[in-house]
């Protein structure tokens, strides 16, 4: 049974960081591409973050604009966990952030989700 589940949320001030967690369980971690996918209130999901299948210190990671600079994404395959560390944050960050398995195919599509873990950024 695949299992994704969020963890490291909460309340911080605006310039704070946090870092998420995704304990995975119920396929092997490390052969799958991950994703970071937030959703900000009344809002629609938006792409934060994939790395890929090997993670370690020549990974690939890629960011959207709004967060290249200030977010890292990162694994440990050895402990099936992705990681999400949040730097700089700003208001516009508050959202519902969930991790994201990608299929076993070649594009970028995400087929198991966790239940999400919530950051809020507020003064």
């Known amino acids: 049974q695949v299992q994704l589940v969020e963890s490291g949320g909460g309340l911080v001030q605006p310039g704070g960081s946090l870092r998420l967690s995704c304990a995975t369980s119920?396929?092997?971690?490390?052969?799958?591409?991950m994703h970071w996918v937030r959703q900000a209130p009344g809002k629609g999901l938006e792409w934060v973050a994939a790395i890929n299948a090997g993670g370690g210190p020549a990974f690939y990671a890629g960011y959207a604009d709004s967060v290249k600079g200030r977010f890292t994404i990162s694994r440990d395959n050895a402990k099936n966990t992705l990681y999400l560390q949040m730097n700089g944050l700003k208001p516009e960050d508050t959202a519902l952030y969930y991790c994201?398995?990608?299929?076993?195919?070649?594009?970028?599509?995400?087929?198991?989700w966790g239940k999400g873990t919530l950051v809020t950024v507020s003064s």
């Open positions: 119920g396929f092997t971690f490390s052969s799958y591409w």
């Open positions: 994201a398995r990608n299929s076993g195919g070649n594009a970028w599509f995400m087929d198991y």
